[in-house]
């Protein structure tokens, strides 16, 4: 029986030089129609970078349509469990979660009164008759964040804009006041027109705060640096938003929480930190145990500030966690932090300390199956040559490592090492002499489920 080995494996057997590069696109040369105004290209970067900025976010009333691609217009009317809504606002889609969530055992029902209007990531409208024709429009949307569109940041305007032909004389000038007028003046540009805009430019980032921008490279960095700065919603799932400090607190001391990933001053720090465990303490201690079975302990508390729901972290030495993390999502088993610019936390739920697992529940379950490496990661980045090679754990503790053509051999070996974590060992065969441990990070007594280890 083959079973998928489908989650990342943190040390690889056979280490080979791994070379880093960085590269930074460069903003496009700009065309001066005098000393202050900058042009760019209808076609530029910069350009592409503002139309997915004002594209619309249709992610918002999820409740009703299922899809992140397009938005219903104001106003039009839904039943909700037997109640007809007309929703013209924000607050009549907050009602009908509202209704969604008054009882946890019933069955939620909730049937739009057709036709309706809809408007797309592209400011164009079109008129759905009928449900058939919604879920059609729905199932064509990319779930999970695919879409083009930048919602992590917004323009906040009036902004004035001038367009120049190809010979740079200026041939108009506009102000826009919204997405879909922005939307609307890219649209209608030619291909080899000029743009320049009156800086300074205001945008509101997803937290809250203002930036200027006062040049067209201030301008498409800021925009850059936005599109993956914070979650934008489109998983399809409406209810990922209403929680107080109460539940958070009830939620954090229920069980421990694993690290998925870290960002500290725009570094990754993922490499570092996965699979850090931390458990909140009713008293407000945190333990949290790295990978080694090592314990530090620091303090936490909650605080609402302008409407979030604030995490605040307070270590003597591990400094990278000391912060004030704003809550931005809070799903089933999994939380979201971020603090300013370039610092952000997701953990997972985890109720079964992988730790105290049992060594005999290990080895029963690589015995009893085979594993494909589907991910290897060597110190956070990615190695692919080992990828489609599968693990055999054979009695005696001998271990092969194969593609079809290559084989590794070996042996393997399941215990709690000094700190009293569950370990894998595997020792290559005499010629190397190598031996590699590594702690187990999940652990499921089945064979369908993912087996995970860390460095």
Known sequence: ????????????????????????????????????????????????????????DGS???????????????????????????????????????????????????????PITITLA???????????????LARQCIEGGGDDDIECIDFVYPITLFTFDINNQQTGRVTVNS???????????????FVSIDYPVTLIKFDGTEIQVSSNAELAAALEMAKDACDED??????????????????????????????????????????????????????????????????WDLDTIDGYVALDLSFDTLVDFTLEWKVYQLEEGKIKLFSGDGNRIIMRLTCEDPGSA??????????????????????????????????????????????GTNVIEGTWEVA???SGILVLAITRGEEH???LEWPVEDLAEDCACALKLMP
Request: hydrophobic share 40%; net charge negative.
């Open 234 to 299: 489109d998983d399809n799932d409406y209810n990922d938003d209403d929680f107080d400090e109460e539940r958070l607190a009830n939620l954090l001391t229920e069980c421990p929480w694993v690290v998925l990933s870290m960002e500290r001053n725009s570094v990754d720090q993922t490499g570092q930190y996965e699979a850090y465990l931390m458990t909140f303490k009713e008293d407000g201690s945190v333990r949290v145990r790295d990978r080694a079975g090592n314990v530090l302990v620091g303090q």
């Open 1 to 56: 029986m083959k079973k998928i080995f489908n989650a990342a494996i943190y040390a690889v057997l056979l280490a080979g030089a791994l070379a880093f590069t960085a590269c930074q696109e460069e903003f496009e040369e700009v065309n001066t129609s005098n000393a202050q105004e900058e042009s760019f290209q209808a076609t530029s970067s910069t350009a592409q970078l503002m139309e997915k900025t004002a594209y619309r």
């Open 433 to 435: 002499g190598e031996s």
């Open 358 to 403: 049992d060594p005999e529940t290990l080895r029963a379950i690589l015995a009893e199956c085979n594993w494909i490496i589907k991910k290897v990661k060597n110190q956070g980045e990615e190695i692919r040559r080992l990828v489609g090679y599968e693990f055999t754990f054979m009695a005696e503790n001998m271990v092969t490592l194969s593609n």
């Open 416 to 418: 709690l090492n000094s």
């Open 122 to 136: 592209d400011h164009s409208e079109i008129t759905i008759n009928n449900k058939e024709e919604l879920i059609e």
């Open 179 to 193: 997405d879909r007028e922005l939307k609307l003046f890219f649209e209608e540009l030619d291909d080899d027109d």
């Open 60 to 114: 918002f009333d999820n409740i009703v349509d299922g899809s992140s691609c397009f938005a219903l217009n104001f106003p039009y009317t839904v039943n909700v469990n037997g109640l007809d809504i007309t929703v013209d606002s924000m607050e009549d889609l907050r009602l009908i979660e509202e209704i969604f969530d008054e009882f946890e055992d019933d069955e939620d029902i909730l049937e739009i009164l057709f």
